[in-house]
Antibody, heavy 121, light 109 residues
């Protein structure tokens, strides 16, 4: 059974850096064809893809947020960490991590429950 | 503004069929055959319904089907059930990353 769970602060202040951790089980980020995505969803709005890290450490980012994002992995802990700098109120959203795998078309298949992050002073 | 365009809303009565479209503005969705569809109920995480344009993951009802033609992918829900009322999103490749459509709210009348 594949599970993913996001963790991090529920509240951050404007200009601060957000660090979110995705802890997963049921798959390995050492397996070829596997990746972990981060996706967010502002309240009442659509999903927005943020970043992706693959089994081979290939990293990809949303062009609109590229300069603010970093993504790393710790395969020994089964964790992926997303960092977003210079947070603003418009970044208030539920942040999801999700697994991608070639067997499912290399797009997200299993999702975490999401974590709501509010940006406010 | 999303480069994957979906209708904002679609509705149908129980037992009817509805189709949601997903049109790529700048590239041929069909060229890659790699479109996924997700269902999202309020307050819940998205759930994969269709991958690679027309494949269903294990456990997904055969009432859900996908297709594609040129720059447009489609999700059809047959024999609508009340529990199908949800938001639906398409997703595809965009450059070196991914992109989601703007979402379609499905209402079961």
């Amino acid at each position: 059974q594949i599970t993913l769970k996001e963790s991090g602060p529920a509240l951050v202040k404007p200009t601060q850096t957000l660090t979110l951790t995705c802890t997963f089980s049921g798959f390995s980020l050492n397996t070829p064809g596997v990746g972990v995505d981060w996706i967010r969803q502002p309240p009442g709005k659509a999903l927005e893809w943020l970043a992706l890290i693959y089994w081979d450490d290939d990293r990809r980012f949303s062009p609109s947020l590229r300069g603010r994002l970093s993504i790393t992995r710790d395969t020994s802990k089964n964790q992926v960490v997303l960092t977003m700098t210079n947070m603003a109120p418009v970044d208030t959203a539920t942040y999801y991590c999700a697994r991608s795998a070639y067997e499912y078309g290399d797009l997200p298949d299993s999702w975490g429950q999401g974590t709501l992050v509010t940006v406010s002073s | 503004q999303s480069a994957l365009s979906q209708p904002a809303s679609v509705s149908g009565s129980p037992g009817q069929s509805i189709t949601i479209s997903c049109t790529a503005a700048n590239y041929d969705v069909g060229a890659y055959n790699l479109v996924s569809w997700y269902q999202q109920h309020p307050g819940k995480a998205p759930r994969l319904m269709i991958y690679e344009a027309n494949k269903r993951p294990s456990g997904i009802s055969d009432r859900f089907s996908g297709s594609q033609s040129g720059s447009t992918a489609s999700l059809t829900i047959s024999r609508l059930h009340p529990e199908d009322e949800a938001d639906y999103y398409c997703c595809s490749y965009a450059g070196r990353g991914r992109m989601f459509g703007g979402g379609t709210k499905v209402t079961v009348l």
